[in-house]
């Protein structure tokens, strides 16, 4: 069954480094999503992505943060500049070809901790 | 703007007891969607079930049922015969699309899930 993944499981960094946190989209699948999950609440949408660029990004999601889709298949989150409030778990999701509301497929997570 | 209530911070019960997840929900979209995903303690995100706003037929799916009204805007989730395999954060969530393509999903806090044996 095809799934969504994410690299890497886990992301130690300092304050201040750049990251990129790397996701596969099941294959088919046409719309691609970043949340972030502060540990201990819910889940908070930061980003969707539509046809090679944004289509709808949260107040979270501030000249920090960027997204891509380099090669058709990868898409990536980076934090330009971590701040320690970044620690979290990021999760990518995408979504299949036909319209409405189909559920969105999340990856495992990647664990970002900001030192 | 969209809002997912889950009330219930934790549940605890025993195995094999019936368990409740309440989901109220607001949005002032006529058409939208509701989810529930589950989080088991190893973190990943798996999906259970999609409802849409035009659909209010309750579904069972093995232990699980669901409970849609839009009356009372509540999305709720039943677990039968709970097990202890079932202990997981569960989200209920909603999406919607004014005019875009985009169907963001705005969760609830969540609703942590213990069954003991």
């Known amino acids: 069954e095809p799934e969504v993944t994410q690299t890497p499981s886990h992301q130690v960094t300092q304050m201040g480094q750049e990251v990129i946190l790397r996701c596969v989209p099941i294959?088919?699948?046409?719309?691609f999503y970043w949340y972030r999950q502060i540990l201990g609440q819910k889940v908070e949408f930061l980003v969707s992505f539509y046809n090679n660029e944004i289509s709808e990004k949260s107040e979270i999601f501030d000249d920090q943060f960027s997204v891509e889709r380099p090669d058709g298949s990868n898409f990536t989150l980076k934090i330009r500049s971590t701040k320690l409030e970044d620690s979290a778990m990021y999760f990518c999701?995408?979504?299949?070809?036909?319209?409405?509301?189909?559920?969105?497929?999340f990856g495992p997570g990647t664990r970002l901790t900001v030192l | 703007a969209q809002k997912v209530t889950q009330a219930q911070t934790e549940i605890s019960v025993v195995e094999k007891e019936d368990v409740t997840l309440d989901c109220v929900y607001e949005t002032r979209d006529t058409t939208y969607y509701l989810f529930w995903y589950k989080q088991p303690p190893s973190g990943e995100l798996v999906f259970l079930i999609r409802r849409n706003s035009f659909d209010e037929q309750n579904e069972i799916s093995g232990r699980y049922s669901w409970n849609f009204q839009k009356s009372t805007s509540s999305f709720n989730f039943t677990i039968t015969a709970s097990q202890v395999v079932d202990s997981a954060v569960y989200f209920c969530?909603?999406?919607?699309?004014?005019?875009?393509?985009?169907?963001?999903?705005?969760f609830g806090k969540g609703t942590l899930l213990t069954v003991n044996p």
């Open positions: 969530a909603l999406s919607v699309n004014p005019g875009g393509s985009n169907y963001k999903l705005t």
């Open positions: 294959s088919n699948h046409l719309y």
């Open positions: 999701a995408s979504r299949g070809p036909r319209t409405g509301g189909n559920e969105q497929f």
